[in-house]
């Protein structure tokens, strides 16, 4: 899990799809994001990439060439992502 914060507000990111997982209000104590009840829906907010929902018959066109795709949203969601920081720019 990874935090940036400042006075204002809290965020979280987790490795897994490098999906927001919290983003906690200071000046109002409360959260700002979906919570992910399993009852419900277990994720925040992923991220959904190459593309959002279900593709035609699981196939895309890019470039003049024709993919299949096994998976809705893409496949970024389900990747392990590393953080990297740029100190030169801080």
């Avoid at 470039?63 to 496949?75: I, P, S, V, W």
Wanted: charged residues 30%.
């Amino acid at each position: 899990m990874h935090i940036l914060e400042n006075e204002a507000i809290r965020l979280e990111i987790a490795d897994k799809g490098a999906e927001l997982s919290r983003v906690w209000d200071k000046e109002n104590h409360c959260q700002r994001l979906w919570s992910a009840d399993p009852a419900v829906w277990n994720r925040h907010a992923p991220i959904l990439f190459p593309f959002v929902g279900k593709v035609v018959n699981g196939k895309y066109r890019f470039a003049g060439r024709e993919y299949e795709t096994k998976t809705q949203h893409g496949f970024a969601r389900d990747l392990d992502f590393c953080a990297v920081c740029n100190h030169e720019r801080f």
